[in-house]
Each structure stands twice: as structure tokens, then as C-alpha cells.
């Protein structure tokens, strides 16, 4: 981030664009731009910027109506994750400072957005998550409740973080993390973002914010089953990408000690020579010691190439800082 000066400083100008990633939110997107700030301490200029993904309805036209400074459009549906990287460029493209993430389903309370910004003003963290009040949710099932929970302990785990709520959507970051971050998933980007921030050591913290009345089901959960399915595979394909030499040398290890115990087996019936009947064991032990040593191997291999990606990665953003200078804007200095 260019500066990170202590609310109500002067020194640098500060911009904040609040972007809000849409897929046919005609009914709901109005309430949202409504009640988002338009004045916060330390920040000079407020601008919100629309994403619209391939709506049919009239999303666009909604988010003219009720003030949105810029809009996105995808031609087709591309999805969430696809459609907030695309806000992430755009907000970077315009010279933000500080780029606030929200969902048009008002789902957060946009009151809360200064708890969000502030903590990235005052240099405490690159990026702030908004830990919603799960268990005060009414509409939340208690099984939802728990998945939520569980989730957010399995992405603290592999980011090595202490967020709260891993899926919240409602979340600010400087410039710089904006700069930094890549999402590969096409499902969603709440869990790679945090993933990625604590593998890089972007200071990332969570704030507790509030939440509305549920205005419309969720787009993003059709079903549990369909959730828990998704949510799984996005986890372990993102600790496969970001921790690969845990997730393949640890099981390995275990794989492969496991085979040690057939091997001793084989081994003592053989010195008390009775071997002859227990070839099965060798058999088994051959396998696990071969699939093991397969896996640490396999862990090694990922492990370079997780190094090298992250060559790639550091370079990708030192190319976007340089096409991506921010411009300041000339003031009066008296």
C-alpha cells in the first residue's frame, strides 16, 4: 500500500472503492448501494464499482439508478471467484488505495465497513475479514453453523492464520494485497484469498461485524450435500496447491511405516524359519513401502514446483505494479 497513515491524517490521499460482485440482483443491489458510506475518516474519496456477471435482469440498470460510480460487465457468467479477481483489476485499475469487498444481497452490514478499513489504515494488517455472529444467525440451520465452523478451522490450519469466519465474503484490503493475490478456483475465492495470505505472510486479520435479515437464499449454497461436496474438494485441492509436501509426504510416511509392520513380520517368521508360509506379508510390505515412498517422492517433486509457482506469482505481481502505478491526484498543498 502506497501509505498508511492514522485516521483523519492529511499526508496521503486515500481512496477506497467498494466493489460488489452481482448475478442478477435487480432485487436487492439498491438496498445495498443505499446503505453503503459515502464519508470515512481518513479516507478522501468513496467510489463503488458493480461486477456484473452475465445478469439477465436489471442489475445494470439498478446499479446506475442508485449511484454505482463504475460498472463491470462480463458477457457471460463466469462465476464468483472469476468475477471478484475481476473487481480486484478493476479497483487496482482506478487507483484504489483501499478496495472493500461486499455481497448485493445485503447481507453485511455496511456500517461495518469502517471496522474493515480501519485496521489497514492504521498499518495493522493488509487484509481484514468481517467475522460474522454465526451462532446469533437465525436463518442459519444448525448444521450450516457447523460446516462454517469446521471449514474456518480446516483454512486456518492450512494458511497457518487465526480468521474466525474463513467464507465471509465482507472483507477490505490495501492495494498491495490486491497486487499479490491470484485466484485459480472457479468456485470461490474466500478460502484460496486467506490460503494465500498466510503463505505469503500478507498480515491478515478478522473483526467481528454484524449482519442484516436474509433477503434472498443463498446463490452460492443450493444444498448441503452440494456444499459440503464443493467445499471439500476447493480445501484439499487448495492444501494440495499451497502445503503439497505435507499433503503428499505425510500420508506417505504414514503409508510406508505402515508397510514396516508386514515387513517385521515377514522377517521374524523367516529367522524362526518359517518364512516359507508368509509371503503375503512381503507382498503387503512391498506395496505400502512402494506406495510411501512414492508419496514422500511425489511431496518433493510438488514442493519445486510450489517453489517455482511462487517464482511465477512474485513475478505476475511485480508486472502489475509496474502496469498498475497509481497515479496521485495534484492538490492544493495550502
Known amino acids: 500500500m502506497n501509505a498508511q497513515p492514522r485516521p483523519g491524517s492529511r499526508e496521503e490521499y486515500m481512496k477506497l472503492i467498494i466493489q460488489i460482485p452481482c448475478y442478477n440482483e435487480e432485487e436487492t443491489l439498491g438496498i445495498t448501494l443505499d446503505a453503503l458510506p459515502r464519508t470515512i475518516e481518513g479516507i478522501d474519496c468513496i467510489e463503488y464499482l458493480v461486477i456484473d456477471d452475465g445478469s439477465t435482469d436489471k442489475t445494470v440498470a439498478v446499479a446506475r439508478e442508485h449511484g454505482a460510480h463504475h460498472i463491470i460487465r462480463n458477457r457471460r457468467n463466469r462465476g464468483l471467484a472469476k468475477t471478484f479477481m475481476s473487481g480486484l483489476e478493476a479497483c487496482i485499475a482506478r487507483d484504489a488505495d483501499i478496495i472493500v469487498n461486499t455481497d448485493a444481497d445485503n447481507q453485511y452490514n455496511a456500517d461495518d465497513i469502517v471496522k474493515l478499513v480501519y485496521p489497514i489504515l492504521r498499518g495493522r494488517a493488509e487484509i481484514v475479514i468481517g467475522a460474522r455472529p454465526i451462532d446469533r444467525i437465525e436463518h442459519w440451520s444448525l448444521l450450516k453453523k457447523l460446516l462454517q465452523k469446521v471449514g474456518s478451522a480446516v483454512v486456518r490450519m492450512a494458511s497457518g492464520t487465526k480468521i474466525a469466519d474463513a467464507p465471509s465474503g465482507f472483507r477490505a484490503m490495501s492495494r498491495e494485497a490486491a497486487l499479490r493475490l491470484n485466484v485459480f478456483d472457479n468456485y470461490t475465492y ?145
Not at 491478515?204 to 443463498?218: A, E
Not at 514396516?260 to 506395496?287: D, E, K, N, V, W
Not at 505494479?321 to 498543498?333: A, H, Q, T, V
Request: charged residues 20%.
Open 190 to 334: 474466500t478460502l484460496e484469498t486467506i490460503i494465500q495470505a498466510g503463505r505469503k505472510n500478507i498480515p491478515i486479520i478478522s473483526v467481528p461485524i454484524r449482519t442484516n435479515k436474509d433477503l434472498r437464499p443463498s446463490r452460492l449454497i443450493h444444498s448441503i450435500p452440494e456444499y459440503i461436496r464443493r467445499s471439500l474438494f476447493t480445501t484439499t485441492r487448495i492444501f494440495m496447491t499451497y502445503r503439497p509436501f505435507r499433503f503428499f509426504a505425510i500420508p506417505g510416511l504414514v503409508i510406508f511405516f505402515i508397510g514396516l509392520i508386514p515387513t517385521a513380520r515377514f522377517l521374524y517368521f523367516y529367522f524362526i524359519g518359517q518364512g516359507g508360509g508368509h509371503i503375503q506379508s512381503l507382498l503387503y510390505s512391498i506395496l505400502f513401502l512402494g506406495a510411501g515412498a512414492f508419496l514422500v517422492v511425489m511431496g518433493f517433486i510438488a514442493e519445486l514446483i510450489g517453489i517455482n509457482r511462487q517464482l511465477l506469482e512474485d513475478i505476475r505481481t511485480r508486472v502489475r505494479k509496474m502496469e498498475n502505478r497509481k497515479s496521485l491526484p495534484e492538490r492544493d498543498e495550502n
